[in-house]
């Protein structure tokens, strides 16, 4: 990563999926909270919900609609369990996928965990502007996605390109006027 002074802090929400998860022993949400302040992004909200679709989708919907909101975090949901539900929750809403994303996660996830990598369903997309990226549940799984992938793709400092820089261009249209979206989203989170 090159170093240059253009830091843009984004605000990130962060949603963990589980049965027996909460507030109190939400490990990996814990770590992901912290990984995003520690690099200087806001936490705009942070909940913890059942492996329940619609929960899922009514929550991230309302986040995604939110012009505060630059980004969205979830963990959990990503396995095949039957209760695992986040890529059919979430998927629909994406107006653009990032295929990438869970190609290399999977890819980096070999080396630590071998073919068991081949169980995640993690992924990746655009939504109404928003970034939106879905991890498995586990702790390692969390620091790996944030540590090797997405801290510095949200990084503007990250050369030769980030996300975090074609936020102002990621609603263009032929027909839209670009200095609206800008208004809108590109305010510091503080």
């Known amino acids: 990563m090159t170093a240059s002074p253009d830091f ?3 605000r ?3 949603l963990t999926v589980s049965d027996t998860r909460t507030l109190a022993n939400d490990s990996s949400g814990d770590y992901l ?3 995003l302040g520690a690099e200087g992004h806001a936490l705009h909200e942070r909940l913890v ?3 329940d679709r619609y929960q899922l989708r009514a929550v991230v919907s309302r986040w995604i609609a939110d012009v505060a ?3 969205v975090l979830v963990t959990g949901g990503t396995g095949f369990t039957g209760r695992d539900s986040t890529p059919e929750a979430l998927a629909p809403l994406l107006d653009k996928e990032m295929p990438g994303f869970g190609e290399l996660f999977r ?3 070999f080396e630590e965990i071998g073919t068991s990598s081949l169980q995640s369903r993690a992924f990746a997309g655009l939504a109404n502007g928003t970034f939106v990226f879905c991890l498995p549940g586990s702790t390692s799984a ?3 996605a944030w540590e090797k992938i997405i801290r510095a793709q949200l990084d503007a400092r990250t050369k030769p390109c980030n996300l975090a ?3 102002p261009r990621l609603l263009e249209s032929p027909h839209m006027d670009v200095r609206a979206f800008d208004q809108g989203r590109s305010k510091d989170p503080s």
Request: charged share 10%.
């Open 107 to 109: 890819a980096i996830s």
């Open 142 to 144: 969390c620091r790996t």
């Open 69 to 71: 909101v630059n980004g």
């Open 49 to 51: 919900l059942p492996d």
């Open 8 to 10: 843009i802090p984004l």
């Open 33 to 35: 909270a912290q990984a």
């Open 12 to 14: 990130l929400c962060l």
């Open 165 to 167: 820089t074609l936020r």
